[in-house]
């Protein structure tokens, strides 16, 4: 099979955050190509580059933990759309002085997000085995990541995207939790 199929046309120029989701559905409901992908990574690898060209990169990740947790971070100069192929994740927006706004996205759901963003994610604990699909344009080559440093500040440390997203730092209380609900709704105008 050739993982680098894509479901439409190959992208022959930048792709707006809605584009890049509609990619990033296609791409999960190819279940075949990604079930194969992940079936060739080696153990402790939890995603997988899917396609790239200039223009878009799309990444494959398997969340086999519920403590599998990106940390806040952005995504440079990326766009990106995100669709949830299986399981189900945690998606959570930072902001100053309030709780995070926290949302469960299931399986067959997703979202995206311009290059402003500052995000984190996480498997929704007791989901199970859960696949996302990431699409990014331009193709992901830098992020920063968001946490509370000793000097209890926040600071933004940049990373190359070949290194795995995990928490860096502090990451403030997190949304989720028994009783909570209301709270994490997200109530964003
Ligand atoms: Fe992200």
Known sequence: MDLSSLPGPVPDRLLEPRELLELARGVGEQEDAWQECLGGCAQE????SYFLNEYVGVWIIEWREDAHDTGYHDHDRSCGGVH?????????????GQ??????VDAGDGFCFDRTAIHRMRREPGAGPTVTVHAYSPP???????GQHEDG????????????LQPTGHQGTPTGRVGDAAADRD???
């Open 45 to 48: 690898r939890s995603y997988a």
């Open 84 to 96: 949830v192929a299986r399981g189900a994740i945690r998606h959570e927006k930072l902001r100053l």
């Open 99 to 104: 709780r995070p706004v926290g949302t469960r």
């Open 140 to 146: 992901l080559e830098h992020t920063g990541q968001y």
């Open 153 to 164: 500040l926040l600071h933004r440390v940049p990373t190359s995207s070949e290194q795995s």
């Open 187 to 189: 109530t964003l105008p």
